[in-house]
């Protein structure tokens, strides 16, 4: 889970809009109407192909890079960037049940100070993650 870049063919169509496509990823296509939103919409297909690959545990591609890819003169390349643990936040954030032990002495001590369990657990697993 990190921050990346690709390069992504952005087409005009001839019925208006744009048709975009990442080169390095697979299946990774979308479309937009003006350059603001197909902008968003590539955002948006980035981190959702980029989040699956990870999930999957699949290996992420190398981008390419932009000055080599081939493209014809309705089109042109651009960066597209985007954040998959942002996206995971926003996306993602059902919370989750978690077991847990610790010592009965540490339990009484939290409990009289009336700490919040979970959020000391997500504080630290964020730290810990340096996220």
Do not use: H
Not at 28 to 37: L, M, R
Not at 51 to 69: G, K
């Amino acid at each position: 889970m990190a921050k990346y870049i690709y390069p992504a063919i952005f087409t005009k169509e001839d019925e208006g809009g744009y048709s975009i496509l990442f080169p390095d990823l697979q299946g990774c296509y979308t479309q937009g109407e003006e350059i603001q939103d197909s902008l968003e919409m590539a955002n948006d297909a980035l981190c959702l192909a980029l989040y699956c690959l990870e999930d999957r545990n699949e290996e992420i591609p190398a981008p390419s890079d932009p000055s080599t890819i081939k493209y014809d003169e309705n089109s042109f390349v651009t960066l597209v960037s985007c954040d998959t643990i942002e996206y995971r936040k926003f996306f993602d954030s059902k919370a989750v049940k978690k077991t847990l032990t610790i010592p009965s002495w540490l339990n009484k001590m939290a409990e009289q100070a009336e700490l919040n369990f979970s959020q000391i657990l997500q504080n630290a697993l964020k730290e810990k993650l340096r996220i």
